[in-house]
């Protein structure tokens, strides 16, 4: 996946299966980075439980940019 994925306009919990589908079909070495409307905390148990680690940046606005990488 290339670019950021804007993900602030979708209702939960869409935005959470779409990450996790975009992990479960990466490649390791992939990475994506979505624009969310906040932190995404209720999705850090989701991850932990696959092969990947994140990166989660807080914006001024109150929302965040996640990005995942595929290990």
């Known amino acids: 996946m290339s670019g950021q ?3 602030r306009g979708l209702a939960p919990p869409e935005p959470m299966e779409i990450i996790l589908q975009w ?3 990466a ?3 992939e990475q994506a980075q979505f624009h ?3 932190t995404p905390f ?3 148990e989701h991850l932990r439980l696959r ?3 994140w990166e ?3 914006q001024s606005d109150g929302s965040a ?3 995942v990488f595929r290990d």
């Open 36 to 38: 969310l409307p906040h």
């Open 56 to 58: 989660c940046a807080a």
């Open 27 to 29: 490649s390791a070495g």
């Open 51 to 53: 092969r990947c680690h």
């Open 65 to 67: 940019i996640l990005t």
């Open 23 to 25: 992990l479960d079909a």
């Open 42 to 44: 209720p999705l850090y």
């Open 5 to 7: 994925r804007d993900l």
